[in-house]
């Protein structure tokens, strides 16, 4: 078992111990609303949104992009558990804005090894073993931090599982700062409309 591990069972062990009266909480989140945002591990939801617990729905992936599974998890945290209001949170210094699909096709393609970057772009060791399947999808990278959160707001709102009732804000969290930054642009195109 490696130390990670370890820690993880420990940490949770620790965490079970104090759950107390947690086990009762109703699935549907209590504050009604969803945050859609980035996997980056600079990036506490429950913080920055002050969550505890049972409070929302938070879903993460790489850029907090509005992928066909991110509207699929939004459709079902207000279809089936009833919230009422969603975010778009992007943030600063992202990692989905240092490579687009051709270099991530490429570094695939040299091998399944991680890769490596400085200043002059990304590495693959070429180890071998690679696959060419990373060429056929689209990675939802970022050019402009703003545009992607508008497109995203945007894109989830002309979903025609979205209910038009249901108003989508737009942010950029700033890794330096902790803030939430909104991008108007993005909340307009995400207002409810009745």
Not at 12 to 22: H, L, M, R
Not at 143 to 172: C, F, K, W
Request: glycine letters at 10%; hydrophobic letters at 40%.
């Amino acid at each position: 078992m490696s130390t990670i591990v370890d820690e993880v069972l420990s940490a949770n062990a620790a965490y079970a111990a104090d759950f107390g009266d947690k086990g009762e909480l109703p699935m549907p989140p209590g504050r009604q609303f969803a945050i859609l945002t980035c996997m980056d591990a600079r990036m506490d939801p429950a913080k920055y949104a002050g969550l505890a617990e049972g409070d929302a729905h938070v879903i993460r992936n790489a850029g907090g992009r509005a992928s066909d599974d991110a509207i699929r998890s939004l459709v079902i945290s207000y279809k089936l558990l009833g919230t009422k209001e969603w975010f778009v949170i992007h943030h600063t210094n992202c990692g989905m804005e240092t490579f687009n699909n051709q270099i991530m096709g490429e570094l695939l393609a040299g091998s399944l090894k991680t890769a490596s970057v400085d200043a002059s772009g990304w590495h693959d060791s070429n180890a071998g073993g690679g696959t060419h399947d990373g060429k056929f999808i689209e990675w939802l990278t970022i050019d402009d931090l703003a545009s992607s959160v508008v497109y995203d707001v945007e894109r989830i709102r002309n979903n025609s599982m979205v209910p038009n009732d249901i108003p989508i804000y737009g942010y950029i969290y700033d890794c330096k700062t902790g803030q939430l930054t909104e991008v108007p642009e993005a909340t307009a195109a995400g207002k409810a409309v009745s």
